[in-house]
């Protein structure tokens, strides 16, 4: 038996069979290869290629025709089965003799330099999709097809390096049981995504360091401690077994707390709002009685499409989203693209510190019509219901005038179209230093502040939130962010302006002491631990709240803020 250790990013205990993911990046051999090898390569070429489109028929068969990821998918079968194509192909091989991942790499990234250089925009994205097709279709030369899932019949705990959002997307969590990845932070997007599906999941879990994991082995994962355990013993999985149907005790033992006021004993509510990334989320807040949605984030449309969605197609989801709440206020938060949220088809050019570059407000500003076709569909969609929309990255006022004159401007065009449109209470995600300091200049603005912490801690110890060897000594908490916190809150209760929280640090029940403490009026959770939450906040007591805040805000160590968080009376 081992035991690794890794960070808990979405809890609960899972028991399945181990299956080892990992990006295969194959070095390319570029020596010639003798004349007799020639016809040799062309067949490999063909058995990769005939697999590979195997592998994609069966993925595809798993989705529905209006699927966007359909298409992709029919798409590239279609540039894998054009006969062309596989002259060129075998044309390179012949003429230059080199081997077929060589031809392969050379042939797809040219097609990909002819279509990136064509003028409609989607057609030239597309060529992000001919490089990742040139990936896929080496791995299969190489006797490797990557996120082949479609075969498991058991219970599995994924291993893996990393996933990308859109890898999560089509998971099969019928037999996915859990996620261990070698990377990756607490506030990183694949960790919210498990959070919200309510996956047990650990980051920053080295099982390749310890022993290499042979698929099949049988593992459990604790994500209760925060271990990964290969192998276990007969003894450790019975005591594992106990611990994980005392947990399942424990979650049905929150269902009580669901129909109770969001309110502390003394009396003082709070309400409690949900994450949510997708319409798929919409019924896990009506189970858990959440009081609406404190953070929509729309840039997922974007991951799960492959191009920029219309105004009608944008203005359906959101009426979709308003009507699955039963028209609770809902919160939009607009497309906040770029850092480590990567959308290929969007073709954004590299940035040497993209986290630093053109992301959140930046993008949207830097594309007036895209931004206007969104807050169009949102403006109409609050013709039905009421919505909060607010703006990512907001650092300066400056930014935020520039915003107010393209939401005047959308509400022309929709005045000049003859379509009804509703009003918007409009916000900002504070989540800079510079968002902090500047507050005064922008609240007169805006109807509502939400502290956005994920980054908001980056930004703030400068340290970035996915490296994994830096998550044990720049937590999400530490004595400067909490600062930030106070200051914020403390400038819009001066302002008569509420304030919300919507960063993932909101879904932890041991910070509920601290934040409510501190004054926050709404805290926006991933579902599947608002009634953990709910439950901290009506067996507490607001004063001692207060108290702890105050306490804890003095503190200047991280040790001792984590103690003191630790350590606090749950009543």
């Known amino acids: 038996m081992t035991t690794v250790d890794g960070i808990i990013v979405s809890a609960g205990i899972a028991f399945g069979q181990a299956l080892t993911i990992r990006s295969n990046i194959h070095p390319l051999d570029l020596s010639v290869i003798p004349a007799n090898k020639v016809e040799l390569e062309k067949d490999k070429l063909l058995r990769a290629v005939n697999n590979l489109i195997s592998y994609l028929l069966r993925c595809q068969g798993c989705l529905t025709g209006q699927c966007d990821n359909f298409q992709l998918i029919e798409a590239d079968i279609a540039l894998l089965e054009d006969s062309e194509m596989h002259q060129e192909l075998y044309q390179h091989i012949g003429e230059y003799r080199v081997s077929a991942s060589v031809a392969v790499d050379r042939i797809f990234k040219k097609q990909a330099r002819e279509m990136a250089q064509l003028e409609d925009p989607y057609l030239a994205n597309r060529s992000n999709d001919i490089l990742g ?264 006022v400056e930014e935020l005038e520039q915003v107010n004159q393209l939401i005047e401007q959308a509400k022309v065009q929709l005045q000049q179209q003859g379509k009804p449109f509703g009003q918007l209470q409009i916000g900002i995600v504070v989540e800079t230093p510079a968002s902090v300091l500047n507050l005064p200049s922008m609240l007169p603005l805006i109807d509502f502040v939400s502290i956005g912490t994920n980054d908001l801690t980056q930004y703030t110890l400068a340290a970035d939130r996915t490296n994994p060897q830096l998550a044990k000594n720049y937590p999400p908490l530490s004595p400067a962010v909490i600062q930030l916190i106070r200051l914020t809150i403390e400038q819009c209760k001066s302002a008569g302006i509420s304030v919300s929280l919507c960063g993932e640090i909101g879904s932890n029940p041991a910070m509920l002491p601290l934040l409510v403490g501190l004054g926050v009026d709404e805290i926006s959770i991933n579902p599947t631990n608002l009634l953990e939450v709910k439950a901290t906040l009506v067996q507490g007591n607001y004063q001692a709240f207060v108290k702890h805040a105050k306490y804890v805000s003095q503190l200047s160590k991280i040790n001792d803020v984590s103690r003191a968080i630790a350590s606090y009376n749950k009543y």
């Open 133 to 396: 097709l040139a990936k896929r279709l080496n791995s299969a030369l190489h006797g490797h097809l990557q996120w082949d899932l479609s075969s498991l019949e058991h219970d599995t705990i994924l291993l893996a390096d990393d996933l990308t959002p859109a890898e999560f997307a089509i998971l099969p969590f019928e037999h996915i049981k859990g996620i261990v990845l070698e990377s990756g932070g607490l506030t990183s997007h694949t960790a919210i995504l498990a959070r919200t599906a309510g996956i047990p999941a650990l980051l920053n879990c080295s099982f390749t360091e310890h022993e290499q994991v042979k698929d099949g082995t049988e593992v459990i994962l604790d994500a209760i401690d925060g271990r990964l355990i290969i192998a276990p013993t007969p003894h450790m999985h019975q005591a594992l077994t106990s611990k994980r149907d005392e947990e399942i005790a424990r979650h049905l033992a929150l269902e009580k707390f669901k129909p109770l006021a969001a309110k502390t004993q003394d009396g003082h509510c709070v309400k409690l709002m949900a994450n949510i990334g997708s319409l798929n989320d919409i019924s896990k807040i009506n189970d858990v009685g959440a009081q609406g949605v404190g953070l929509f984030r729309t840039e997922f449309i974007l991951m799960y499409s492959s191009s920029m969605p219309d105004e009608k197609q944008q203005y359906q989801i959101y009426c979709d989203a308003l009507h699955g709440i039963d028209n609770q206020v809902l919160t939009i938060r607009t497309f906040d693209i770029g850092a480590d949220k990567d959308i290929p088809w969007l073709g954004l050019q590299n940035e040497d510190n993209p986290a630093l570059g053109l992301r959140g407000i930046r993008y949207s500003l830097s594309q007036p019509e895209s931004f206007l076709i969104q807050v169009k569909a949102i403006l109409r969609a609050a013709n039905h219901g009421s919505i909060r929309l607010m703006f990512p990255m907001v650092c300066q």
